[in-house]
C-alpha cells in the first residue's frame, strides 16, 4: 500500500492528501467543500474530544448546546464581527421545498421565504451572547462558564481536507466574568489548556503568543493562539483564545449588579479547537509510509499480527495471545488482534503502517518455542525480539517512549526552524529556502504586515507570550521595533 | 421553589414546559422552534448518549460524520422520501451577505445564489447512502455498521421543548447488509438495544412493536418503534429502527458482488433516538415538585448539605463529609457537596427536589453527636436517619433500589393503562377518560386508521411484536380483524 502515497519530496499537499484517504481518516463528500469524517478518523477525534473535554471540566466548565442558525440581524450587532463573519456563510432564506408544478423535481416553495434570513452559525458569540442577556443579572450569575460541541459553516473558497472546510466540528468556550482581570485569566488559562494537550497529547510542540491587529478575531480585544510547526516548514495555527472585553456585552445589553448593587457590562472570552488539530497531527509526525500516531491518542495503541501455518499453529499462538489481550486491558492499552484469514501478514503489516498503529507485534510459532514476539515501532521503524514474560508492561514503557520520542523529533525539527532574519533580503531567502519561522523586527503598523504578505506570503504568526525586548528596526520599512515577531508562510 | 410549577393536575402541558425551564434543562431561543440545551439539560443528555454510544460500540458499530447539507436532487431520489422529508425543511440558497447599498445592514448578496439549493440534513439517508455507494465494492466490504452523532432540522409547525423542536440532537445508525435477513435481524438487534436503554437506564418500560403503513419511516419497508406512556396517558414514541430493504441501494445505486461474484443491491436498515428522550424521561417520572431522575442517568446522583451555625460546627461536618465523598468516589457515586453559605438548607433542599437529585444527604451537628445523617430519598419523599458508618454502600443500595421503584412504578401505570375496547362507545370513552394504550381490532386498511385519528385524534402505536392472534372485528369499520393493536394519543 506504502507506494501508492505520493512522498513529501516530491508532493508535500499531494503526500498528505493521499495519507487522509489512504490511512481512512476522511473522504470527501457530494457537498462542495464538505467532508466525511471516516470511522477512524472519527475515533481519532473522539480520543482529542474526550481528552479537551476532560481538562475543559477540570477547569470548571460545563457543556450546553446553542441553535445551529443565527438570526441575520444579531451578526451586525458587534460591528468588527460582521466584518469578518458575514461575508462567506450558509444562508437559509426558504422553509419548504414542494413539487415542481412545471416538472417532475422538487423546487424551493417561494410561498415559504423566511421574514428574516438565518445564517448557519460561523461561531457562535452572537447567538449565546444574545441567550446570556437573560441568564445574567447579578454578580452571582458569574462567572459563567461554558463550553459547546458542534458544527460550524464558513463558506471557503478553497478547501483541505480537515485543514479547511465548508463545515467543520469544534468546540467553541463562551465564557462571562465580573472583571476585566478575571477574562484575561481565563482566556490565558485556556490557551495554556489548549497548548499542554497539544504537547502532552498531540506530541505537538507549540508556541503561545499574541496575535498582530490583522490576525486578530473579529469582535476580539485580543487574540491569543498556539502555533505549529508542519514538516514543510509551514505554520499552523491550532487554536485561538480570545480576550473579548466589553464587545459583545454591549452589543447584546448584557449587564450585571455587582456587590454594590452598580450595573456594569459583562467581560467575555471566546476559545476553540476544530476538526483542523487532526490535520496538524497528520502534518507533524506522518512519514511517506503513512501515518505516525501519539500513542496517547491512537485509536488503537498495539496491534498483533499471529504468522502460522495450519489450525495447529494458529491455535497455539491463540493460547499465548489471548491472556495477552487480557493483560494489555488491564493496564489500559488498547490492542487489536487482527488473525483475519482473508489478509497476508504482510497485508496488514503495510495496512498498521499506514494508519499509524504505535506498536506492532508479530507472533509465529519459531517465536512461540523462544518465548519471545517481535516488537516494532512505528516511528523508527525499528523492531526488537522481546520476551513474552512480562510483555504487556514492556509495550507500556515502549508507548511512553515514543509518545516522548515523536515530540522530541518534532520539537528538534521546529527549534531548528526558528531563525533570525535581520534584512529584507535574509528574510525572502530564508522564507523560500528553508522555511520555518522567522524572527524579525517589525514597526508595529497592519499596513506593513500588508505589505510583508502581500511581498511574500508570511504573515506575523504571533508575538510569543514573554517576548524579549531588543531595539531593532523593521525588517522591510526600517522603521524602529522594540522587538522580533515570528513570521511565516501558514495553513 | 416548588410553588412556581403549575400542578400535572391543573394544567400537565404547562407543568412540563414549568418544570424544564425552573429545574435548568433547557430554554427557549431568539430562533424560532429552536431551543438552547442548558448545562443540565446536558449533562443528562452526555449521560445518556455515552451509554448508549457504548452500547452501540458493543454491538460492533463505529461512528463517523457525515455532511450538514444535502444537495436537494438526492431528496428526489427515494420517491417515499421525498413525500416525507422535503416538504418542511431549512433551505440554503446563498452563501454570502453583504452591506445593503441602500441603507445601514447587510442583506443576501444575489450574485452569491448556489446553482443547487442545499437542505439541512432532516436525516441522512441519502447523503450517506450516496458515500457507501463508493465505499462498497464487495461483500468483503459488508456488513458496514456505522452511527452518527448529529444536529438535524425539520420545520415543525408546533413545537415543543424537547419533545418537538425545529433542530434537535440525535444518533442515526446506517448500516449496509449482503442479505435481507442480517438487516432484519440488525433491526431487531438495535430495537432491543433502545427498549434495553429506555427500561434499564430510563427506567421507563417500553413496548416493542411494528408501525402501521400509516406511521412507517418515508423510505422503509418497515419500521419497528418502542412506545412508552406519559402521566397523561399519551403515548410517546422513544425509538426507532427501520428496516430498509433495497430501497436506498437502489435509489443510490450500491452494489456489491458476493463471494460467487453475482452483483445485487445492499440491504440497509437505519435507527435513531433523539433528544427528545428528555422530554420522555421528565414525562415518565416527574411530580409537582420538580424532576425525578433515574440514578444511573442522574448527572448528580447524591447532593450534601450541611446545616451549622458557625465555623466550628462547619469544621467538623467537613471533617466528616470529605471522608465521606471519597468513599462515594471510590464506589463510583457523582456526588455533590453543597456548602454554599449563601443559601439556606431549605432554599437548597426545594433546588435539588426540582433538579430530581435522588438522594439528599443531610448533615447537621446533633447529628454528628449520634454518628448518623439525614438520608431522603427523591422518588418517595420519605426521610431516614442513617449511621455514617459505611454510609456510601447504604446509599449505593438505596440508588439501585430507587431505580428498581421508579421503573416499577412507571411499569404498574403503564400496565394499567393498556385497556381492551370492543365498541366504539367504549373506545372514544377510554381514550376521554382514562387514556393510555386501548388495545382494540383492527382491520389492516390505512384508511380506516386515518378516520379513527380524524374522529379522535389517537392513532396506532404500533402492532406489538409476538402479537397474539385472536379473531374480532374492527372497532370502526366492523370489518373482520386477525389480531389487536395499540391505539393512543400520542405525543
Given at each position: 500500500m506504502s507506494?501508492?502515497?505520493?512522498?513529501?519530496?516530491?508532493?508535500?499537499?499531494?503526500?498528505?492528501?493521499?495519507?487522509?484517504?489512504?490511512?481512512?481518516?476522511?473522504?470527501?463528500?457530494?457537498?462542495?467543500?464538505?467532508?466525511?469524517?471516516?470511522?477512524?478518523?472519527?475515533?481519532?477525534?473522539?480520543?482529542?474530544?474526550?481528552?479537551?473535554?476532560?481538562?475543559?471540566?477540570?477547569?470548571?466548565?460545563?457543556?450546553?448546546?446553542?441553535?445551529?442558525?443565527?438570526?441575520?440581524?444579531?451578526?451586525?450587532?458587534?460591528?468588527?464581527?460582521?466584518?469578518?463573519?458575514?461575508?462567506?456563510?450558509?444562508v437559509v432564506t426558504h422553509y419548504r421545498l414542494k413539487n415542481d408544478p412545471n416538472g417532475t423535481g422538487i423546487i424551493v416553495d417561494p410561498e415559504a421565504k423566511l421574514d428574516e434570513e438565518l445564517i448557519v452559525r460561523p461561531t457562535s458569540e452572537t447567538i449565546i451572547w444574545n441567550t446570556y442577556k437573560t441568564w445574567i443579572q447579578s454578580y452571582r450569575d458569574l462567572p459563567l462558564l461554558i463550553n459547546q460541541w458542534a458544527n460550524v459553516v464558513r463558506w471557503e473558497m478553497r478547501t483541505r481536507l480537515f485543514l479547511r472546510t465548508t463545515e467543520f466540528l469544534w468546540q467553541e468556550g463562551h465564557t462571562a466574568h465580573a472583571t476585566a482581570q478575571e477574562a484575561i485569566d481565563e482566556t490565558m488559562q485556556m490557551l495554556n489548556v489548549y497548548a499542554e494537550f497539544a504537547e502532552e497529547w498531540m506530541a505537538m510542540p507549540v508556541i503561545k503568543g499574541v496575535k498582530s491587529i490583522n490576525e486578530r478575531f473579529a469582535g476580539a480585544v485580543d487574540t491569543f493562539s498556539i502555533e505549529a510547526l508542519m514538516q514543510d516548514g509551514k505554520a499552523l495555527q491550532s487554536g485561538t483564545s480570545h480576550f473579548l472585553g466589553q464587545n459583545f456585552a454591549k452589543a447584546f445589553d448584557v449587564k450585571f449588579s455587582d456587590k454594590e448593587n452598580k450595573l456594569d457590562y459583562v467581560w467575555a472570552t471566546s476559545w476553540g479547537v476544530s476538526t483542523r488539530l487532526i490535520g496538524a497531527l497528520v502534518m507533524a509526525h506522518s512519514d511517506d509510509d503513512g501515518l505516525v500516531l501519539p500513542p496517547k491518542l491512537a485509536p488503537v495503541q498495539v496491534v498483533i499480527v499471529p504468522i502460522y501455518k495450519g489450525d495447529e499453529q494458529k491455535r497455539m499462538i491463540d493460547e499465548k495471545v489471548i491472556p495477552l489481550i487480557q493483560d494489555f486491558k488491564a493496564i489500559g492499552v488498547s490492542v487489536k488482534y487482527d488473525d483475519d484469514e482473508s489478509r497476508r501478514p504482510g497485508w496488514k503489516f503495510a495496512e498498521y503502517e499506514m494508519k499509524g498503529v504505535p506498536v506492532r507485534i508479530a507472533i509465529g510459532a519459531r517465536d512461540l518455542e523462544k518465548n519471545v514476539a517481535e516488537v516494532a515501532r512505528r516511528d523508527t521503524k525499528t523492531k526488537e525480539s522481546v520476551s513474552l514474560d512480562g510483555l504487556a508492561n514492556t509495550v507500556l514503557i515502549l508507548l511512553e517512549d515514543i509518545q516522548k520520542n515523536i515530540y522530541q523529533k518534532a520539537k528538534e525539527y521546529r527549534d531548528a526552524h526558528i531563525t533570525k532574519a535581520d534584512t529584507w533580503e535574509e528574510f525572502v531567502k530564508l522564507l523560500d529556502e528553508k522555511g520555518g519561522f522567522i524572527s524579525a523586527h517589525w514597526d508595529g503598523t497592519a499596513e506593513t504586515e500588508e505589505q510583508i504578505k502581500e511581498l511574500t506570503k508570511a504573515t506575523i504568526r504571533c508575538i510569543p507570550l514573554n517576548n524579549e525586548k531588543e531595539e531593532g528596526n523593521d525588517i522591510l520599512t526600517g522603521k524602529p521595533s522594540t522587538e522580533r515577531v515570528l513570521f511565516a508562510r501558514a495553513y
Open positions: 507506494k501508492e502515497i505520493t512522498s513529501r519530496e516530491q508532493d508535500y499537499s499531494q503526500w498528505y492528501n493521499d495519507l487522509i484517504l489512504k490511512a481512512g481518516l476522511a473522504d470527501y463528500s457530494a457537498v462542495r467543500g464538505c467532508m466525511v469524517i471516516k470511522p477512524y478518523g472519527f475515533a481519532l477525534w473522539e480520543k482529542m474530544r474526550d481528552q479537551l473535554d476532560k481538562m475543559f471540566k477540570e477547569t470548571g466548565h460545563q457543556n450546553a448546546y446553542f441553535p445551529l442558525f443565527i438570526p441575520k440581524s444579531f451578526l451586525s450587532k458587534e460591528a468588527a464581527h460582521i466584518e469578518g463573519f458575514a461575508k462567506e456563510c450558509a
